[in-house]
């Protein structure tokens, strides 16, 4: 038997150009080579072994929920089988992981979303544990065209591959996406004040809320902002959107955009000009608020504005704000989660929101198939002597095997 040399070349030179810890250490141990110009990662001997153990896992983890491991090459191909099988084998015949290149591509059709996100949580905690990572985990995340997404995050570095914003809870360690469902109410500053009277106060030129707090000398807390949009319906008519958030939030356009879509059948949400709003809302910019506003607008609240106790909120009429504006006595309008988190924002457990950064190593979005094809995945069904079985869920996405490998030599941030 003959002896051979395994690659592996060890430098103590981090690669130039590059912050990535992952790469960087990838590239000291003499598992990887960087090469700058392209941005690819070539994984050597020894790196090739740390990639492999990830699709091994990331198979096994996938198979061991019921995702049969399939190689057909293409959406279209997988699509094909599902449509040949699923009439005999049912859920065998519907969903399916195929391992493309370095990423671990993931196609499952399902009769209901509640299916659709129980077997995304079911893979997502399978890969966590398989990979033995208890730094990485999942996070809901909000994104314009699917029902829900859950994205496989670690928290890194800025500069890191994959990096995005996010926030952590220094308290519980909850990690989450600027657009994450929140999914509880905060705590409202003056909950134990008596409800005042509402009054209308000359406040000119306050048309931002930095404004408005330093002429009536209130914190942001106790403030109501309002932002208009507009939305389009089935047939084309563009209808104003009015969507309230508590001052210090800030509103969420993927969340509002979700919800407007769900609940009013409206899409295509956008920012209208000072023109646009004039004609569809009247002369109110800058001075809009949920009390008084016509009824031909569509408005949706907040839940940080659950329970919110004099606050302050636009008058509808230019110039003006109205002091002691409580939910629900002075406006009820239809409450959804619509904001987004910031820096300070309190978790659910109370602890603030901090600002990080989280690499995306994998995502699974659930979507609503509507029609025969939304130009990703054809829509699964098939007839048999029950009737007809529909499959309009799509549980759509994919794990990055080289990401994963990188997080898990990258260093903590
Ligand atoms: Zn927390």
Redesign the pocket.
């Known amino acids: 038997m003959s002896e051979h040399k395994t690659l592996l070349p060890k430098t103590d030179n981090p690669p130039a150009k590059v912050k990535d810890s992952g790469i960087i250490n990838l590239v000291k141990a003499g598992k990887a080579v960087y090469n700058a110009k392209n941005g690819e990662l070539l994984f050597l001997p020894e790196g090739e072994l740390a990639l492999r153990e990830v699709k091994t896992v990331l198979g096994a983890s996938l198979s061991a929920e019921g995702f049969q491991r399939v190689d057909c090459a293409s959406d279209d191909a997988i699509f094909s089988v599902a449509e040949r099988f699923a009439r005999e084998w049912r859920e065998a015949a519907r969903s399916f992981c195929e391992e493309r290149g370095r990423e671990f591509r993931i196609i499952s059709w399902d009769a209901n979303a509640g299916s659709s996100f129980a077997k995304a949580e079911r893979a997502m905690k399978s890969i966590i544990s398989g990979l033995g990572e208890s730094a990485f985990v999942f996070v809901e995340d909000v994104a314009p065209d699917a029902e829900r997404t859950f994205v496989l995050a670690s928290r890194c570095e800025a500069g890191d591959v994959g990096g995005r914003a996010g926030f952590f809870?220094e308290?519980?360690?909850?990690l989450r996406f600027p657009d994450s469902p929140f999914g509880y109410t905060p705590r409202q500053p003056g909950a134990e004040e008596p409800e005042g009277v509402p009054e209308d106060v000359e406040t000119p030129m306050a048309n931002t809320i930095a404004e408005l707090c330093s002429q009536l000398s209130i914190d942001i807390s106790r403030t109501l902002k309002a932002m208009l949009y507009v939305a389009a319906d089935g047939d084309s008519k563009r209808h104003a959107v009015a969507s309230f958030v508590r001052g210090d939030y800030n509103l969420s356009m993927n969340k509002l955009a979700r919800w407007l879509e769900r609940e009013r059948g409206l899409t295509g949400l956008r920012s209208a000009d000072k023109a646009e709003l004039r004609e569809l809302i009247g002369e109110v910019a800058g001075y809009c608020g949920p009390v008084g506003m016509p009824s031909h607008v569509v408005t949706v609240g907040d839940l940080s504005l659950v329970g919110s106790k004099n606050t302050v909120a636009g008058a509808n009429r230019p110039g003006y704000h109205r002091k002691c504006c409580c939910h629900p006595r002075d406006f009820d309008p239809p409450i959804a989660d619509i904001a987004q988190a910031a820096a300070g924002t309190p978790?659910?457990?109370?602890?603030p929101y901090r600002a990080c950064f989280a690499r995306e190593l994998g995502r699974l979005a659930i979507i609503g198939l509507s029609g025969a094809e939304n130009g990703k995945v054809k829509k699964l069904s098939y007839r048999d002597r029950d009737g007809a079985h529909d499959f309009p869920f799509l549980l759509d996405g994919s794990f990055s095997a080289e990401r994963i490998t990188v997080a898990r030599h990258s260093d903590a941030p």
């Not at 978790?347 to 602890?351: A, I, N, P, W, Y």
């Open positions: 809870c308290s519980c360690g909850a978790c659910s457990c109370g602890g």
